[in-house]
């Protein structure tokens, strides 16, 4: 079953619309939330993922689609077939450029498009039962396979994050360091011209007012 669905912002990970009644059902579900958050927040800093790609967590799977400026993602339990998965996030990314894809730029809260939870809700219930005449004729349907996928587990994505973090923390400290090793640099300069222009200026004082 279709257990989460939110749709954020590539370029800054701004969540633009989730689904209001998910994750009822989901034990820890802030966890996984916090998850899909981190996920979004690694698209964010340019790190170049599949525009369609599977990720294990624990009992579930987060399937996302990244589409021009926006990435959208569904977790579904481990049996949920991934065709389903991807259609149903197909479904949800062509209303929501048809509706809202030139105010995506512009958005400037989280949850912006919040409205867009309706046809959410309508759509998942249309993909909840495997079972129905529809969605086996889905399942069939040979057209859209998804064989190529990727499936990576959530940690070794999220691991590529927190290395890309440690990067940027290391780069940061020593450009802070660098830019204060300059600053002593020229203190130091500057004590050494003082020096010299006060040594200066006394020998010639002393040689001005020097007895013969």
Same mark, same amino acid.
């Given at each position: 079953?279709?257990?989460?669905?939110?749709?954020?912002?590539?370029?800054?990970?701004?969540?633009? =619309?989730?689904?209001?009644?998910?994750?009822?059902?989901?034990?820890?579900?802030?966890?996984?939330?916090?998850?899909?958050?981190?996920?979004?927040?690694?698209?964010?800093?340019?790190?170049?993922?599949?525009?369609?790609?599977?990720?294990?967590?624990?009992?579930?799977?987060?399937?996302?689609?990244?589409?021009?400026? =926006?990435?959208?993602?569904?977790?579904?339990?481990?049996?949920?077939?991934?065709?389903?998965?991807?259609?149903?996030?197909?479904?949800?990314?062509?209303?929501?450029?048809?509706?809202?894809?030139?105010?995506?730029?512009? &958005? &400037?809260?989280?949850?912006?498009?919040?409205?867009?939870?309706?046809?959410?809700?309508?759509?998942?219930?249309?993909?909840?039962?495997?079972?129905?005449?529809?969605?086996?004729?889905?399942?069939?349907?040979?057209?859209?396979?998804?064989?190529?996928?990727?499936?990576?587990?959530?940690?070794?994505?999220?691991? =590529?994050?927190?290395?890309?973090?440690? =990067?940027?923390?290391?780069?940061?400290?020593?450009?802070?360091?660098?830019?204060?090793?300059?600053?002593?640099?020229?203190?130091?300069?500057?004590?050494?011209?003082?020096?010299?222009?006060?040594?200066?200026?006394?020998?010639?004082?002393?040689?001005?007012?020097?007895?013969?």
């Amino acid at each position: 079953m279709v257990k989460l669905t939110m749709i954020a912002r590539v370029i800054d990970g701004l969540p633009l =619309v989730e689904g209001l009644d998910d994750s009822r059902d989901v034990p820890d579900a802030d966890f996984y939330k916090q998850q899909v958050k981190a996920l979004f927040k690694n698209l964010s800093r340019g790190q170049n993922e599949p525009s369609r790609m599977s990720i294990e967590t624990g009992p579930y799977i987060f399937h996302h689609i990244i589409e021009g400026r =926006v990435c959208y993602l569904t977790m579904c339990d481990r049996a949920y077939p991934k065709k389903l998965a991807f259609q149903y996030l197909e479904d949800l990314k062509n209303e929501f450029e048809r509706v809202y894809g030139n105010q995506i730029e512009t &958005a &400037a809260r989280p949850y912006a498009f919040i409205k867009f939870d309706t046809f959410i809700q309508k759509t998942k219930k249309l993909y909840q039962d495997t079972r129905t005449q529809r969605n086996i004729a889905k399942l069939n349907d040979e057209l859209y396979e998804v064989h190529q996928i990727m499936t990576r587990n959530v940690q070794e994505v999220l691991g =590529v994050g927190e290395k890309l973090d440690q =990067v940027s923390q290391m780069s940061s400290r020593l450009t802070s360091e660098s830019r204060i090793y300059a600053e002593k640099a020229k203190d130091l300069n500057r004590q050494a011209y003082n020096q010299l222009w006060h040594l200066v200026l006394a020998l010639l004082y002393n040689s001005k007012f020097r007895v013969p």
